[in-house]
């Protein structure tokens, strides 16, 4: 049965950091485009970072540009979301997903329709 796992959440620093999991189970990570996503209150889902099935090359939108990146652990298959000088904006629900029909040359997508499956989310609170 095919299981997206996320764990790590909690309560940041602003300007401080937070790494979130997300471990898989019934599919091979390391086959797929992974993105990580995040919902705030009353706003819509949206795209903050994701990495390409082939090389591994990286994207991320301008919100988290430069304080987020994402990475995989293909030996525990397991995609990660480290997040540094963190703001109160950064508060949302933080969930990983997995693009499994796209294998394009392209960069990898950040948008929600290219994503077939998804975690169940972690809450990632930032105050002081």
């Known amino acids: 049965q095919l299981q997206l796992v996320e764990s790590g959440g909690g309560l940041g620093q602003?300007?401080?950091?937070?790494?979130?999991?997300?471990?898989?189970?019934?599919?091979?990570?390391?086959?797929?485009?992974?993105?990580?996503?995040?919902q705030a209150p009353g706003k819509e889902r949206e795209g903050g970072v994701c990495t390409r099935?082939?090389?591994?090359?990286?994207?991320?939108?301008?919100?988290?540009?430069?304080?987020f990146t994402i990475a995989r652990n293909i030996n525990t298959n397991t995609v990660y979301l480290q997040m540094n000088r963190l703001?109160?904006?950064?508060t949302a629900v933080y969930y990983c997903a997995v693009a499994a029909m796209w294998f394009s040359d392209d960069v990898c997508?950040?948008?929600?329709?290219?994503?077939?499956?998804w975690g169940q989310?972690?809450?990632v609170t930032v105050s002081s």
Do not use: H, M
């Not at 997508?109 to 499956?117: A, D, F, G, V």
């Open 14 to 38: 602003p300007g401080g950091s937070l790494r979130i999991s997300c471990s898989a189970s019934g599919l091979t990570l390391g086959k797929y485009a992974l993105g990580w996503f995040r």
């Open 53 to 67: 099935n082939r090389g591994g090359a990286t994207a991320s939108l301008g919100p988290v540009k430069g304080r």
């Open 87 to 90: 703001k109160p904006v950064d």
């Open 109 to 117: 997508p950040l948008t929600r329709s290219k994503y077939e499956y």
């Open 121 to 123: 989310g972690t809450q």
